[in-house]
């Protein structure tokens, strides 16, 4: 015969310990099934899910149960704890529908087309048009300004611009703008080490590697940065302006035309290749991985012209003749409308 105490420590020895993200929670078999929605509903309306910086699955759990996404609280943290994925959910302001499975909670929220507050940076671009984008998603002028000038940069770089590094940045809606930025500067930070920025034996400072990086990602393709890397190096060894387009279209913001009048050459900037000997005195954009590691291991070659002759045909030479005869080509293609 079982006594109360026997059945206690069986019950005791029955229970099951499930732990996801450092939660741990208690569950007892023989408990009913959690209450879940029918999966492949769609959902009534969609509520915002606000999820922090290291916040707990169990929490998550809770907030979807309490805004009438899930049937309940254990139907997600079963599925959250059975997922691995469930631990690459992005912080962020996430819009889920109500009244759906769990499964489709977690789907959901590994959505990041979901989220409301997600910065995209794009490789090439400026602060300029970073600015717009930091609008776009609530922040004020007056807001962005101060969270750019509080910004802690490296040592030996003098300018944001080419620091904040390419990616999509998803966060909380409690994360202050200038925390945002200052993670941006310090991805781009281990993605120049990664590239050699710090190690390298040429004798250029990581911040005129970092432009160099820039004038590479403005200039071509990936396919060709190795190459556009080396020329800016020989140009520079025979003490020739670059004359690079890009450098030109940065001064006037523009963006769209791979035209570039005779007149814009003329721009007195210091940024202006076509007037001014040298390196720009800082990056022109803000380059991607690929760029800042052609910035560091140049394709050897004695190049010292290229010219995109038509969309995909980028063609490279030593000899102004060559140039000039490709030249031509690139204007015909131009006028025949094959540039877009």
């Not at 609008?135 to 080419?162: D, K, M, N």
């Not at 200039?219 to 450098?247: C, H, W, Y």
């Not at 913001?253 to 050459?265: E, K, N, P």
Request: proline share 5%.
């Amino acid at each position: 015969m079982r006594t109360s105490q026997d059945r206690r420590r069986t019950s005791v020895l029955l229970i099951v310990i499930i732990s996801l993200l450092g939660t741990v929670y208690i569950f007892k078999p023989g408990s009913p099934s959690a209450p879940n929605y029918p999966c492949g509903q769609t959902g009534s309306e969609v509520v915002a899910i606000d999820v922090s910086a290291g916040e707990t699955g169990s929490e998550i759990a809770q907030e979807l149960f309490d805004k009438g996404v899930t049937a309940s609280y254990q139907s997600f943290f079963g599925v959250a704890v059975s997922d691995p994925r469930s631990a690459s959910i992005a912080p962020g302001l996430h819009q889920i529908d109500k009244k759906i499975c769990a499964r489709e909670a977690l789907e959901q929220l590994l959505d990041s087309r979901r989220i409301s507050n997600l910065i995209s940076i794009v490789e090439g671009a400026w602060i300029s048009e970073i600015r717009k984008s930091l609008i776009s998603i609530g922040y004020s002028q007056s807001e962005i300004s101060r969270a750019l000038t509080s910004v802690e940069i490296p040592s030996g770089f003098t300018t944001l611009e080419g620091l904040l590094f390419p990616a999509q940045y998803s966060f909380d809606t409690s994360t202050a703008l200038v925390n945002i930025l200052q993670e941006m500067v310090e991805r781009s930070a281990q993605e120049m080490n990664s590239a050699g920025f710090f190690t390298s034996s040429e004798k250029f400072s990581p911040a005129q590697l970092l432009t160099i990086a820039s004038l590479v990602q403005a200039e071509g393709d990936q396919e060709d940065f190795a190459k556009i890397s080396q020329v800016v190096r020989n140009r520079l060894t025979k003490g020739m302006p670059l004359q690079f387009d890009s450098t030109v279209h940065y001064i006037k913001g523009s963006r769209g035309s791979v035209f570039l009048s005779t007149q814009s050459t003329f721009l007195n900037s210091p940024y202006n290749t076509y007037r001014k000997y040298g390196l720009p005195p800082g990056p022109i954009n803000n380059p991607g991985i690929k760029a800042m590691y052609a910035a560091t291991h140049p394709e050897p070659g004695a190049w010292l012209f290229f010219i995109t002759v038509a969309p995909g045909d980028t063609r490279f030479t030593e000899s102004i003749d060559e140039f000039n005869n490709w030249k031509v080509l690139y204007k015909q293609n131009l006028r025949a409308g094959k540039f877009g």
